[in-house]
T-cell receptor, first 118, second 111 residues
Framework: NAGVTQTPKFQVLKTGQSMTLQCAQD?????MYWYRQDPGMGLRLIYY???????DKGEVPNGYNVSRLNKREFSLRLESAAPSQTSVYFC?????????????????FGPGTRLTVL | KNQVEQSPQSLIILEGKNCTLQ??????????LRWYKQDTGRGPVSLTI?????NTKSNGRYTATLDADTKQSSLHITASQLSDSASYIC??????????FGTGTRLKVLA
């Protein structure tokens, strides 16, 4: 099992450029999440997908879009990158069973994508 | 406002010593509390999970405590090893898909 994989690992963009961050999990999890991690701040939720076919905004969704392509894949798109979007982006997944035990909501994280916008 | 605060921000200890990291939270509703370990350049990995009714939980050399009345948790690391050098993040789950993350404590273990 690879767990949660993310591509690319590093990316440098110029202001205004667009890109898509890819995330895939092979644990048959229902829920997937995109976070950003900035120095001195806790991880902040950008978007999440409770199940295949659904997506919802998190705490900091502005400037981002997501697609839950299928149960395995959840992508994050920056349409017009800005320097404020320089960050490390993490994808996570949970089994996400409604009414499940606490262990079913353990988040498994990918290795992260380090994005710099110049 | 839901908040998770951790202290200290950073800590340096000698290999073999013990240490305790603190987490205070003001989160409602409260579902559970987790401690994650994040190695440099990697994603966080879950260490322990504690529900409202649990006071103490151990995972090897890691022992987490939870006082739901005072809304405080601690992570105690026994006989530290160089591989314990990492950031330790306290996370409170509030609602089905809402996780409130602390800013972490950066621990460095010196030989």
């Amino acid at each position: 099992n690879a767990g949660v994989t993310q591509t690319p690992k590093f990316q440098v963009l110029k202001t205004g450029q667009s890109m898509t961050l890819q995330c895939a999990q092979d644990m048959n999890h229902n829920s997937m999440y995109w976070y950003r991690q900035d120095p001195g701040m806790g991880l902040r939720l950008i978007y999440y997908s409770a199940s295949e076919g659904t997506t919802d905004k998190g705490e900091v969704p502005n400037g981002y879009n997501v697609s839950r392509l299928n149960k395995r894949e959840f992508s994050l798109r920056l349409e017009s990158a800005a320097p404020s979007q320089t960050s490390v982006y993490f994808c996570a997944s949970t089994l996400g069973l409604a009414g499940g035990s606490p262990s079913t909501d353990t988040q498994y994280f990918g290795p992260g994508t380090r994005l710099t916008v110049l | 406002k839901n908040q998770v605060e951790q202290s200290p921000q950073s800590l340096i200890i000698l290999e073999g010593k013990n240490c305790t990291l603190q987490c205070n939270y003001t989160v409602s509703p409260f579902s559970n509390l987790r401690w994650y370990k994040q190695d440099t350049g990697r994603g966080p990995v879950s260490l322990t999970i504690m529900t409202f009714s649990e006071n103490t939980k151990s995972n090897g050399r890691y022992t987490a405590t939870l006082d739901a009345d005072t809304k405080q948790s601690s992570l105690h690391i026994t006989a530290s090893q160089l591989s314990d050098s990492a950031s330790y993040i306290c996370v409170v789950r509030s609602g089905t898909y809402k996780y409130i993350f602390g800013t972490g404590t950066r621990l460095k273990v010196l030989a």
